[in-house]
T-cell receptor
Framework: GAGVSQTPSNKVTEKGKYVELRCDPISGHTALYWYRQSLGQGPEFLIYFQGTGAADDSGLPNDRFFAVRPEGSVSTLKIQRTERGDSAVYLC???????????FGSGTRLTVV | GQSLEQPSEVTAVEGAIVQINCTYQTSGFYGLSWYQQHDGGAPTFLSYNALDGLEETGRFSSFLSRSDSYGYLLLQELQMKDSASYFCAVSSGGYQKVTFGTGTKLQVIP
């Protein structure tokens, strides 16, 4: 597509529930990144995919967070047993190979109540 | 790990020039990027410096000094639409992992 698409744009969920956030990168971009941004802060790195594999998942806060990219295109970030502290905007970005100059999606605003 | 410091807020007058500074500490440094983010919007890539010196892109310029671990973003002929948050970000490590600073909120006033 023309840009990075993230769905849903907003998600409200109850504490303890499971959520999935979807990212559809720019066609042909092999590198995909997930970041999390809290209010007034910069994006915080979560995970990086090169193709289908997670090349760096060092930013995932704990084992409740998991991400997949099974066909090297669309990626899903999965959060189990959500907590109120998980509330943030989850940003996805893609780039061709691992060059600088990411293109970000508009994000999914997750609110855990 | 990486750390970046930039001012939290800057106010400047429409038509003026403003400089947003960034200092960083990191290992395996490759380069310094700048991103713009309007409220509620996605971060948008502005510039990247891998070598010392000034890079100019229209009204925006970015500078890097690797020896001082310092860079800045210079915005000229400020417009109201430039009101946004600006993030410096370092690329480091094997695949040039990008780590963002906490951002500088720029307010342009008439």
């Amino acid at each position: 597509g023309a840009g990075v698409s993230q769905t849903p744009s907003n998600k409200v969920t109850e504490k303890g529930k499971y959520v999935e956030l979807r990212c559809d990168p720019i066609s042909g971009h092999t590198a995909l990144y997930w970041y999390r941004q809290s209010l007034g802060q910069g994006p915080e790195f979560l995970i990086y995919f090169q193709g289908t594999g997670a090349a760096d998942d060092s930013g995932l806060p704990n084992d409740r967070f998991f991400a997949v990219r099974p066909e090297g295109s669309v990626s899903t970030l999965k959060i189990q047993r959500t907590e109120r502290g998980d509330s943030a905007v989850y940003l996805c970005a893609s780039s061709f190979e691992a060059v600088v100059g990411y293109t970000f999606g508009s994000g999914t605003r997750l609110t855990v109540v | 790990g990486q750390s970046l410091e930039q001012p939290s807020e800057v106010t400047a007058v429409e038509g003026a020039i403003v400089q947003i500074n960034c200092t960083y500490q990191t290992s395996g440094f490759y380069g310094l990027s700048w991103y713009q983010q309007h409220d509620g919007g996605a971060p948008t890539f502005l510039s990247y410096n891998a070598l010392d010196g000034l890079e100019e892109t229209g009204r925006f310029s970015s500078f890097l000094s690797r020896s001082d671990s310092y860079g800045y973003l210079l915005l000229q002929e400020l417009q109201m639409k430039d009101s946004a948050s600006y993030f410096c970000a370092v690329s480091s490590g094997g695949y040039q992992k990008v780590t963002f600073g906490t951002g500088t909120k720029l307010q342009v006033i008439p």
